[in-house]
């Protein structure tokens, strides 16, 4: 079993300074028993996290690429591990207020604004400030609109660590000088087969409970979020709060397609869903993926109040695979639905 502990917090930035450059792969590559795990400074990215199987077969369990010089050029971008800032997810029609005044940011989805634009935090070269066996720290300067709409100068900070079977992965940010929207998480793309499945290298056969969302975020159209918490009835195509269930078990529902965007006609999931937990549940896990196939189970501990959940429907079939993950039910790329990201936020 894979532990994933996720933690956001506002705190001053350490001082950088010079470390080790990474290995000949260009990934830095952290070990504790029980799992492998590599990172590269562009977008402060994980790349690769190897766990054993049922079986003792090692498995890479998310996506990325074998060459860490590709992520910067890939015209794709999916964020493959990466850490997008400094404000994630969406912003409807592209402008929110602070104090009253209104900020417009760039529109790169749809009217919307996703991941701070075409220069947020996942579209940059971090800087590595702290290295050990098992941690790996990177920082940014964020000066003020760099990415456009969002003022003053933020300090940020990311620190992955690994210990038996878990990674850790604590986030800070500072607003230096003036009040902003910031707003960060990281974002794995997830294949718990690692596409080693012979009958499937889609992701409906994996098995996921939200057990503390009942509610989640209202979305239009196309995807932009309302304001509205609508509460998710049991057995509806969105809840994974009364039992853990296959990602594709409600194919067959008529709110599949559109269920993440009429206007598009997005399939299967990606919204957010609300954390609402009592101080005794404060240790438990927001979320569980697992596979029946490998037997691997990843459970998602964090202090925020959301859990996104896209289960890769616009993955059309031009992101290369790794060496390792081409199993033979793959054509070499990821296909819609190949994989699911599991973003916490707030």
């Given at each position: 079993?894979?532990?994933?502990?996720?933690?956001?917090?506002?705190?001053?930035?350490?001082?950088?300074?010079?470390?080790?450059?990474?290995?000949?792969?260009?990934?830095y590559t952290l070990t504790?028993?029980?799992?492998?795990?590599?990172?590269?400074?562009?977008?402060?990215?994980?790349?690769?996290?190897?766990?054993?199987?049922?079986?003792?077969?090692?498995?890479?369990?998310?996506?990325?690429?074998?060459?860490?010089?590709?992520?910067?050029?890939?015209?794709?971008?999916?964020?493959?591990?990466?850490?997008?800032?400094?404000?994630?997810?969406?912003?409807?029609?592209?402008?929110?207020?602070?104090?009253?005044?209104?900020?417009?940011?760039?529109?790169?989805?749809?009217?919307?604004?996703?991941?701070?634009?075409?220069?947020?935090?996942?579209?940059?070269?971090?800087?590595?400030?702290?290295?050990?066996?098992?941690?790996?720290?990177?920082?940014?300067?964020?000066?003020?609109?760099?990415?456009?709409?969002?003022?003053?100068?933020?300090?940020?900070?990311?620190?992955?660590?690994?210990?038996?079977?878990?990674?850790?992965?604590?986030?800070?940010?500072?607003?230096?000088?003036?009040?902003?929207?910031?707003?960060?998480?990281?974002?794995?793309?997830?294949?718990?087969?690692?596409?080693?499945?012979?009958?499937?290298?889609?992701?409906?056969?994996?098995?996921?409970?939200?057990?503390?969302?009942?509610?989640?975020?209202?979305?239009?159209?196309?995807?932009?979020?309302?304001?509205a918490l609508p509460d998710?009835?049991?057995?509806?195509?969105?809840?994974?709060?009364?039992?853990?269930?296959?990602?594709?078990?409600?194919?067959?529902?008529?709110?599949?397609?559109?269920?993440?965007?009429?206007?598009?006609?997005?399939?299967?999931?990606?919204?957010?869903?609300?954390?609402?937990?009592?101080?005794?549940?404060?240790?438990?896990?927001?979320?569980?993926?697992?596979?029946?196939?490998?037997?691997?189970?990843?459970?998602?501990?964090?202090?925020?109040?959301?859990?996104?959940?896209?289960?890769?429907?616009?993955?059309?079939?031009?992101?290369?695979?790794?060496?390792?993950?081409?199993?033979?039910?793959?054509?070499?790329?990821?296909?819609a639905n190949g994989c699911?990201?599991?973003?916490?936020?707030?």
């Amino acid at each position: 079993m894979i532990k994933a502990l996720f933690t956001l917090l506002v705190l001053p930035l350490s001082v950088l300074s010079a470390w080790a450059p990474p290995g000949p792969d260009g990934k830095y590559t952290l070990t504790a028993p029980g799992i492998t795990a590599k990172f590269i400074p562009y977008a402060a990215s994980i790349t690769n996290l190897v766990v054993p199987d049922r079986n003792g077969t090692l498995r890479d369990v998310i996506l990325g690429y074998d060459n860490a010089t590709f992520y910067p050029v890939d015209p794709n971008h999916p964020d493959y591990g990466a850490v997008p800032g400094r404000y994630t997810n969406r912003i409807a029609n592209h402008t929110y207020a602070i104090n009253g005044t209104r900020y417009y940011t760039e529109e790169n989805d749809g009217n919307g604004t996703l991941h701070s634009g075409l220069n947020g935090w996942s579209r940059r070269t971090w800087n590595v400030s702290d290295l050990t066996t098992t941690s790996i720290t990177f920082t940014i300067r964020d000066e003020s609109n760099s990415s456009m709409g969002f003022p003053g100068l933020v300090l940020g900070t990311v620190t992955h660590s690994v210990s038996n079977n878990t990674w850790s992965t604590r986030l800070s940010a500072v607003a230096v000088d003036h009040d902003t929207a910031i707003m960060l998480t990281t974002h794995p793309y997830w294949n718990l087969d690692s596409f080693n499945n012979p009958k499937t290298d889609l992701i409906f056969n994996h098995t996921l409970s939200l057990p503390f969302s009942t509610r989640m975020l209202g979305i239009d159209k196309d995807t932009q979020f309302t304001g509205a918490l609508p509460d998710v009835a049991r057995g509806s195509i969105n809840d994974f709060w009364s039992k853990p269930k296959q990602l594709g078990a409600s194919m067959s529902d008529p709110a599949w397609v559109g269920n993440c965007g009429t206007g598009s006609g997005c399939s299967g999931y990606n919204n957010q869903w609300v954390v609402d937990r009592n101080a005794s549940d404060v240790t438990k896990p927001v979320a569980s993926l697992s596979s029946d196939y490998t037997g691997i189970k990843w459970d998602l501990y964090t202090d925020q109040s959301g859990v996104v959940v896209y289960s890769c429907h616009w993955m059309g079939g031009r992101n290369q695979l790794k060496q390792s993950q081409l199993g033979p039910a793959t054509n070499g790329f990821v296909r819609a639905n190949g994989c699911v990201a599991i973003e916490a936020q707030d």
